[in-house]
């Protein structure tokens, strides 16, 4: 089993900049994928970014080019690192481990607001 922790949200201006972090509780080598998903207030959870074991990233549309994810395989963390935020971009950011299961963390609240 995998114990999957985020930090990092909070309140941040319109244009402003967050770095999520998700700390794993098993070796990050051996997750072969990881992503960061994103869920609004009356919306569905939706796919922000990933990355696999062999570093290859992909990002959908809304934030390419803003947010950058990362893997930091001393401190076994998967981090997401959000520029020229944006009111849209308001969410509660989940951190997903891809293993023979798939796990979830509790989430971390991105407020963009003025």
């Known amino acids: 089993q995998v114990h999957l922790v985020e930090s990092g949200g909070g309140l941040v201006q319109p244009g402003g900049s967050l770095r999520l972090s998700c700390a794993t509780s098993?070796?990050?080598?051996?997750?072969?994928?990881m992503g960061w998903y994103r869920q609004a207030p009356g919306k569905q959870r939706e796919w922000v970014a990933t990355?696999?074991?062999?570093?290859?990233?992909d990002y959908t549309e809304s934030v390419k080019g803003r947010f950058t994810i990362s893997r930091d395989n001393a401190k076994n963390t998967l981090d997401l690192q959000m520029n020229n935020l944006k009111p849209e971009d308001t969410a509660v950011y989940y951190c997903?481990?891809?293993?023979?299961?798939?796990?979830w963390g509790q989430g971390t609240q991105v407020t963009v607001s003025s």
């Open positions: 997903k481990a891809q293993l023979r299961l798939v796990y």
């Open positions: 098993l070796s990050i080598f051996s997750i072969n994928s």
């Open positions: 990355i696999n074991s062999g570093g290859t990233t």
